[in-house]
Nanobody, 120 residues
Framework: QVQPVESGGGLVQAGGSLRLSCAAA????????KAWFRRAPGKEREFVAA???????YVASSVKGRFTISNDNAKNTVYLEINTLKPEDTAVYYC??????????????WGQGTQVTVSS
């Protein structure tokens, strides 16, 4: 069992960048596939990006080219780099961990989320 904890959200101007982090205290966190999802106000949760245990990545087509997911196993942390932020990126961003990399929400462990707000 792991408990992901997100950080790095905040208020950013359009065109700016952010790096979200998701860490867990449990060393076993590295044994899981991880993913980022987001939920914008009034919308359903949306898949953003995922990384497998072996480091294979997949990014949603809607954000491809601006979002990058990466792992730092030494730090037990997964990152989401967001560039050229747009107001429509405003959402709560969630980190999830599970045994299999998926683009759907069937992950076993979820963080509490970190708010990203992009001003125009």
């Amino acid at each position: 069992q792991v408990q992901p904890v997100e950080s790095g959200g905040g208020l950013v101007q359009a065109g700016g960048s952010l790096r979200l982090s998701c860490a867990a205290a449990e060393p076993t966190f590295n044994m899981y596939a991880k993913a980022w999802f987001r939920r914008a106000p009034g919308k359903e949760r949306e898949f953003v990006a995922a990384i497998s245990r072996s480091g294979i990545t997949y990014v949603a087509s809607s954000v491809k080219g601006r979002f990058t997911i990466s792992n730092d196993n030494a730090k037990n942390t997964v990152y989401l780099e967001i560039n050229t932020l747009k107001p429509e990126d405003t959402a709560v961003y969630y980190c999830a961990a599970g045994s299999v990399m998926r683009t759907t929400g069937e992950y076993d462990y979820w963080g509490q989320g970190t708010q990203v707000t992009v001003s125009s």
